[in-house]
């Protein structure tokens, strides 16, 4: 490299040795640390290095076809310097990157570095460069490396507390040899990403019959580059079956899902007892640290026969006609009921609660509209529940039914388990030819019996009978 033409660069040293020089100088030659040839000594206290200027030539060629030359090489070329400096390593890391790679918000992981002394004098060890609020710590103290060993394990931890990639340089020294040592450490902060099938979380699992089943499924899907643990957590308080269970059951309630994987939540519904109102409760997915909070929201209606009736709008629905607060508190299981409320009676003189009607209203500005139920017979799953096809058949108050103001279409019919027969109601109020500009009128109200034969029934249960309130506007 002495011999390095001028046009191509120049080379040269400084050098450094042991004490006080030992009276080297001048057109004396030293070895350097490493057992390299040096040029004359300089400074017998400054450590050893080489600087290098490298000149790189840089031709230009004429590309414009019109111009005079086109295609030549220009002369003479332009010229870059470049400068290099070359030292003896004393400290050696076995890496200079440290990547955590993408790591979960709230959760850590630990890596190690091994910092080696390649000197002959030990090396007081010690770090700087990270900020006050780091992701990025050690959790082990800086020591003292003797000449030619390595420092115990370095243990480096990345602990993300938000999304994002986080770098920072951290330098480690050595103050009595004047050396340094730069990591570049990095890592991504990245948040869980769960999703549910259905995307909105409800869950409708229908109508049940008492001690029988419903099922339904809810698929969760990691979107994350790891394993997500979840856990299902209740946010309210569920109407419980008679043995104080819920009647929602979900399995698995928590496990690890496999990053990009799925994973299936059977849910089944199983209560013990009717009730006019639906069987409800909402259920938090638990992911820690998730970007979007999720909720199943499950429900189900529980019936004492096989056959049933239901309104099919929210307002016309026997749940809405009384608040759910005033359930019968002396509610007992359906084959106890006949004599439960033979001792009401008697000994409380307390008369049973009145199931609530379904209520079918036809709006004033509208009388031609249609209310609709549905009148339904019940699978079952159960094999100790013997069941079988249901019949219904509307009852009509005499007098009323005479009027004509009101009618049903199917007012009777068959259904087979696991069908249903949608009833559509209509209301054909008088026609009033002359009002002369006044606006009376009156609300006509009846109650229809909707009869529900067949199927399975408690033993010793009567025939069911649901009520439905019809009512409509006739002006006078």
Known sequence: LEDLPEHVGAVSYSTAVGGDGGGLGGDQLVQSPGGRLVAPLNDAKEPWSRHAKWRVPCFVREDDPSSEGAGSIMSPPMFAELRTVT???VLACDTTTLDFGELAVGETEKRTLRIRNLGSTPAVLEFDGLSATSTFSFLNAMRTIPPNASHPPIVVQFSPTGQGVRQETVTFKAGNLGRTVRIALRGEGVSPVLSLSPADGVIDLGHALEHD????????????????RYTL????????????????????????IQPGGDLEVAIKFQPDHERPW???QNLRVQVPNQVKEHTIFLS????????YAVGNDLDSDAARQIPESMEDPFMVPTTLRPMAIEA?????????????????TFPRDDPD???????????IVNPDLKGGPGTYELEWDPEMAKLGYFSATPDKGNVAPGNTVEVAFSFSPPVIEETYGLDVGQWSRTVVKCNLKGGYAPEGSPEAAVRILLEGYIPV
């Open 344 to 360: 009401q009676q008697s000994v409380l003189g307390v008369s049973p609660a009145v199931a609530p009607e379904i209520k079918l």
């Open 233 to 256: 957590e209740p946010l309210d308080d569920v109407h419980t079956n008679f043995n104080n269970q819920s009647p929602f059951s979900c399995v698995p309630s928590e496990a690890d």
């Open 213 to 228: 089943e419903t099922s339904s499924i809810v698929t969760l899907h990691n979107s994350s580059v790891f394993p997500l």
């Open 300 to 307: 189900g209606r529980c019936h004492a026969r096989q056959m």
């Open 369 to 379: 509209a249609t209310r609709t139920i549905t009148v339904g017979c019940l699978e």
């Open 278 to 280: 639906l069987f409800h």
């Open 87 to 89: 030292i003896d390593r």
